[in-house]
Every structure is written in C-alpha cells, then in structure tokens.
C-alpha cells in the first residue's frame, strides 16, 4: 500500500473521527456538575455511543467500522477484547475506546483510555503512565532492519520492570491494511525485520481484573531511519469533565 493512500485513511477515519466523537460524545458523558447529565446516564450506555460513532464516521465518508468498537467502562475495562454492550457510562468511570473505520477499502484503527468526571486515582494514573511509557518506548526503537520482537520486547519490559507484567496478556500489535488484522504481528516469536512502508499498531497494555485495564494503541509507518506515528490524539492523562 502506499503512504499517501494510507495516511488519507488514517486522517479521515482515525484522527478526525476519534477528535469528532470527543466533542459529540463528552458533553453527554455524565459529570457530577449537572443533575441532567447524571439522570442521562442512567439511560446512556456504552452501546448508545457505539451508534452515535457509527453515525459520525458515515458522515465523514467512511464505509462503516473497520472492526465492532470497543467501549469498554471500568471494570470491564480488563478484557482486551470486551464487547460494546449496555454498560453504564458513570462519574469516575475509566472507558478504553478502540475504534477504527473504513475509507477506500483501508482500516484505521486506534486505543485511548480516558476518565470520566474526575481525575483518576494515584494508582490509576501510575498504571496509565507505565502503559504509556511502553508504548512511546517501543515506538522510539522502530526503524528499518529492527525485529518485531524487539519492538514488543522494548514495550513488555517496561511494563514488566514495573511489576505488571504477568497483566500484559496480549501481543504489541498487529499489521494493518486491507484487514485490520493482515498478516503479521509484534509479537516475541516473530523475529522479521521491518521494512520501510511497514505499517502496524503498538498497543501495549495491563488488565487488572475487577479493577481498572488501561491500553494505548498507535499505528505506525516504519522509515528508512526510525517510523512516523500516524494518529496524533494526545496520549496524556485526559479525563472528561
């Protein structure tokens, strides 16, 4: 694939779309600062803004999702694979939103864990901060001639280094394309070397159940001398007010 064809995907399905369903989404989230938004939130659940991020993406011209969305609340958070069901949104919730959409036959495909309501515990914030370590770690070291197995070698130590590594239960990431998941992966037993135009996700991750799961997920364009990370929605600690 090229880059062109495939940053016009990513721009018009990931960036935009995720940056327009913050603004549509987050003045209805619920918030301790408005009895109508509380009394919202009892009826407005994960599943309801799985439609209304379908909706936005249909009219920004993509063809539909590139993959069911993920909108995982606290706890539920934990299960990488989570399904978007009728989980209450509520004031101190954490939500992991993994979201992609197709444009021209092409995935995106993008991971934020946000805080609903109030800035997040001292425990939360750590696990986040460590999540996002590994995965600005791993994303420093990708460049021509490095294995896959380094980059998720790079992510999983850090997160191992500080004592959760048995709660990173899933690969790196995955190649993206035509499929949100072509063939190939970051994983420890793919010892490939990436190439220039090699395009993948790093989405390192920790799950802890019944209490909170936390994942940050980047698509990256490997170059000749280090990669060019495709989505630009910040990584810092956000929580939604």
């Not at 170059?223 to 939604?240: A, Q, R």
Request: hydrophobic share 35%.
């Amino acid at each position: 694939m090229t880059k062109d064809k495939y940053l016009t995907t990513v721009i018009k399905t990931t960036i935009i779309l995720f940056k327009q369903t913050r603004c549509s989404i987050s003045p209805v989230l619920p918030t301790t600062n408005s009895r109508i938004l509380l009394v919202a939130s009892l009826i407005l659940h994960s599943k309801y803004y799985a439609g209304l991020l379908q909706e936005l993406y249909e009219s920004e011209g993509a063809s539909g999702f590139s993959f069911s969305p993920i909108i995982a609340t606290s706890p539920n958070g934990a299960d990488p694979h989570h399904g978007t069901g009728k989980d209450l949104i509520k004031d101190g919730d954490s939500i992991v939103l993994d979201i992609g959409g197709k444009y021209n036959s092409y995935c995106s495909d993008m991971t934020r864990t946000v805080f609903i309501g109030k800035e997040p515990s001292k425990e939360h914030a750590d696990i986040y901060n460590i999540v996002k370590s590994a995965n600005e770690k791993a994303i420093s070291i990708i460049k021509e001639g490095v294995k896959f197995s380094d980059i998720d070698n790079a992510a999983r130590n850090i997160i191992k280094d500080a004592g959760y590594g048995e709660y990173f239960t899933h690969r790196t990431g995955h190649s993206i394309g035509i499929e949100v998941h072509d063939f190939g992966d970051v994983s420890a037993v793919n010892h490939e070397e990436v190439k220039a135009g090699m395009i993948f996700s790093v989405e390192p991750g920790i799950y802890l159940k019944d209490n909170i799961g936390v994942r940050i997920e980047d698509l990256v364009l490997v170059t000749k001398d280090g990669c060019e990370v495709l989505n630009s929605v910040t990584k810092e600690i956000v929580w939604w007010t």
